[in-house]
């Protein structure tokens, strides 16, 4: 009992620091963002999203390399790409009351985020098609090796040519720094790089702690390492993502607020999940596990769309909504794991 104390104070204090990290790495990815003169809507989607993403990152290459448990912190991408969608935007929402977005961020951005979703389901798809692993009736299961792994990166890689388009009109536009309200002067980027390494750097550490206590709790409640990958290191793993993008809600950006949220979950799935792979050199892909988790991924990014398209805007209820589906999710994963429902894990 006491060791179990001891992993949930270790829980508690890891996510504090991530969240500190988090507060850490907002501050200095927003001075960065304005001394390169980059688009408001390309540092949410860019620079925020892929640094406060860092701790997904950090779970899937730490949960890989040095524990063995690849599905761990892909369990850990997918629960904080929900938790992003859903929880973020509500609690954002239920802040500023009504939060504007654009046209651009609705038709670009979250159809990309839809793309990246299927990429990844493809790539699982490809896995389980092509190397196919001996496995229970109850399982499907393939190996996913460096090759296909590569196929989400290459459509990453494309996301971030379409946002250097944007970045390189958006430059053309600016005849003088005074424009943008920013003098260059008063930035000390050296600085501010010094503090986004040292952010990530109580991030990792951190996130190694979640992990480590992650797989404890599955060990000690006989309980799948997913289950609490999916909820526990996930939401401790998006407190950067929701401290970034509550702030910048609070600041009336909610575009920006918003493009935080998608250019994290895109970096996600395209990046922080093949990543893994590329480390590991092959990682086992249960589909049985991952094809009803990101079948509800698609379903509340397909009502988030519907959302903000609606009104060009997130309204109260609407964030409401949101908040209740993750309520959903939660209490579906306890039934999963107490054996109530079977969708996800098959007994």
């Known amino acids: 009992m006491g ?79 929900i938790f992003n969608i859903l929880v973020i935007p509500g609690i954002s929402g239920l ?5 504007p977005t654009d046209i651009m961020l609705i038709y670009k951005d979250v159809q990309y985020y839809v793309i990246s979703v299927a990429v990844l389901m493809i790539a699982f798809a ?35 040519f379409i946002q250097s388009m944007e970045t390189r009109d958006f430059r053309r536009n600016i005849e003088k720094m005074e424009v943008l309200g920013v003098d260059k002067a008063t930035i000390n980027v050296g600085k501010e790089w010094g503090k986004l390494l040292l952010s990530l750097v109580l991030i990792i550490g951190s996130v190694e702690g979640l992990v480590s206590g992650a797989i404890f709790l599955g060990e000690y409640f006989n309980t799948p390492d997913f289950i609490w990958g999916v909820t526990i290191i996930a939401g401790a793993t998006s407190i950067p993502d929701a401290v970034v993008s509550i702030k910048i809600a609070r600041k009336f950006q909610g575009s920006v607020s918003l493009g935080n949220v998608l250019g994290s979950n895109i970096f996600d799935l395209l990046v922080a999940v093949p990543i893994g792979v590329l480390i590991a050199g092959t990682a086992t892909i249960n589909f049985t596990i991952a094809a009803p988790l990101m079948l509800f991924l698609v379903i509340i990014t397909v ?45």
């Open 3 to 81: 060791t179990l104390f001891f992993y949930i104070f270790i829980i508690i204090a890891c996510s504090w620091i991530v969240w500190k990290g988090g507060g850490l790495l907002e501050a200095s990815s927003e001075q960065l963002a304005a001394y390169y003169r980059l688009p408001p809507l390309v540092q949410g989607t860019i620079i925020t999203a892929v640094g406060s993403s860092f701790p997904e990152l950090a779970a899937t290459v730490l949960s890989t390399s040095i524990h063995g448990k690849f599905n761990l912190g892909v369990a850990a991408i997918v629960g904080s790409a």
């Open 95 to 99: 802040v500023v009351k009504r939060m």
């Open 126 to 160: 490809l896995a389980v098609i092509y190397y196919p692993v001996d496995s229970s009736s109850f399982n499907i299961t393939g190996e996913m090796n460096r090759w296909i792994a590569l196929i989400p990166i290459i459509f990453y890689g494309l996301y971030l």
């Open 303 to 347: 009502i988030l769309f519907i959302f903000l398209r609606t009104n060009l805007a997130l309204l109260r209820w609407e964030a409401i909504v949101l908040l209740s589906l993750y309520a959903f999710f939660v209490v579906w994963m306890v039934l999963e794991t107490v054996g109530i429902t079977s969708f996800v894990i098959k007994q």
